[in-house]
């Protein structure tokens, strides 16, 4: 009985927060009616499209409390709101949710007042009623629960009234996957303007300034070679050398465009060469990715730079000396872990290495999260859709 009349009152504290808000619809009908007024004139031109946001905020407040009650959220598809005045009214009076929301707006003024003021009969009912069957016959309540039922209903109707239509979710849904992949594009647009600036610095700063002044050298060989072949030689092994540095840097650039290891050993033996030469005792585990079809480049190229950046962040930062990698392939996905048993407390959002990381694999449309508590372990998890 005790559950019974808990249960009952957080229903009733519902109904009344039903109740309220259709007190508050009443008022929103009498600014509907004041903006439909303010349209004869230029003013109501900027009221209508902020009218709208505050139905949406309110239709929105509502579908957070259907989704709460029944554990079943409430979709929501609206086309957005933005650009200039007339295009935002445009928007507002053709957009199919606009209607829906004042729709359920008008029958919530009705229903959701009359559903509060249901609840006290069965209140005063259920004091007697389920008093002397639960408390002298000792049985399970029967009119408390109504009302629940009373919410379900609340509920039920206002899910009817607030569902978008099924083509209304498609275009919405299709509005989100445009705007993210036109975030994912601007990154990726990004990420490879850095990767450009920063082949471009290395072979300004490294091999270009090694190559001049190798052809320096080879000069002043070239004039020294018949007054002083022992000067001239010397400065041909200084040339030789000079030669060897600037083509392992010229090397060192070409790996970080794509590793030629990566070419020839694939992802699973390109990671554990980079394992070995990381500093830190690394383990590698391979689920199935070596013994079959090998995954795109772009996916091993991705999959291989977020490996090499996570290890270099863990030898630098974390403190850690050892870590592992994990590689797994699923239907359609390449999957990522690189653990290291560090001190932690590393931001996911700092750092340009984790945000080159990200853009690299949002690029592909993959995820990307990192967990660093306080403490340790850092764990970076990442998935890539592959086509095997």
């Known amino acids: 009985m005790r559950e019974t009349v808990r249960r009952a009152g957080r229903a009733t504290v519902e109904l009344l927060k039903g109740a309220g808000l259709s007190l508050a619809s009443y008022l929103f009908i009498g600014l509907a009616v004041f903006v439909a007024v303010a349209m004869l004139t230029v003013v109501g031109a900027g009221v209508l499209p902020e ?30 709101l933005d650009g200039e005045v007339f295009t935002r009214v445009r928007t507002a009076v053709g957009d199919p949710g606009t209607y829906r929301d004042l729709r359920w707006l008008g029958a919530h003024a009705v229903y959701g007042w009359l559903l509060a003021c249901g609840a ?12 002397v069957w639960c408390g002298l016959l000792r049985k ?20 009817a009234l607030l569902m978008p ?63 002083d072949p022992d000067a001239a030689r010397k400065l041909l092994e200084d040339a030789q050398d000079q030669a060897e540095e600037a083509l392992t840097e010229l090397r060192h650039v070409v790996r970080g465009i794509h590793p030629p290891i990566l070419t020839d050993r694939g992802l699973v033996g390109a990671v554990r060469a980079l394992a070995a030469g990381s500093g830190l005792e690394v383990s590698v585990r391979d689920d199935g990715v070596e013994d079959g079809p090998r995954p795109p480049a772009a996916v091993e190229a991705a999959a291989y730079f977020v490996i090499a950046e996570a290890l270099t962040n863990a030898a630098k930062h974390s403190g850690a ?15 990522v872990a690189v653990r290291d048993e560090g001190r932690g407390g590393a931001d996911p959002s700092g750092g340009s290495g984790l945000l080159g990381m990200r853009r690299r ?19 970076i998890e990442v998935e890539l859709p592959c086509v095997w």
Do not use: N
């Not at 006290?120 to 008093?131: E, I, Q, R």
């Not at 399970?140 to 899910?159: C, F, H, K, T, Y």
């Not at 275009?171 to 994912?184: D, G, K, M, Y």
């Open 361 to 379: 694999v949002a690029a592909l449309d993959g995820t990307v999260e990192m967990t660093s508590p306080v403490g340790g372990p850092t764990l």
């Open 165 to 227: 239509s099924p083509e209304a979710l498609r275009t919405a849904r299709l509005a989100e996957r445009v705007e993210e992949l036109s975030q994912t594009r601007a990154g990726a647009v990004a990420a490879h303007g850095a990767e450009l600036r920063r082949i471009e610095r290395d072979l300004h700063d490294g091999t270009q300034a090694r190559l001049v002044a190798l052809s320096m050298r080879v000069g002043l060989a070239r004039r020294a070679y018949e007054k």
């Open 120 to 131: 006290v009969p069965v209140w005063c009912v259920a004091l007697f009623v389920d008093g």
């Open 140 to 159: 399970r309540a029967v009119v408390l629960p109504l009302i629940d039922r009373l919410v379900d209903v609340d509920a039920a109707w206002s899910r």
């Open 321 to 335: 000396r050892q870590a592992s990698v994990g590689l797994a392939r699923t239907t359609d996905r390449l999957k």
């Open 51 to 80: 009218a709208v946001l505050l139905l949406r905020r309110t239709a929105g407040y509502k579908r957070r409390w259907v989704g709460a009650w029944t554990g079943k959220p409430v979709p929501e598809a609206y086309r957005p």
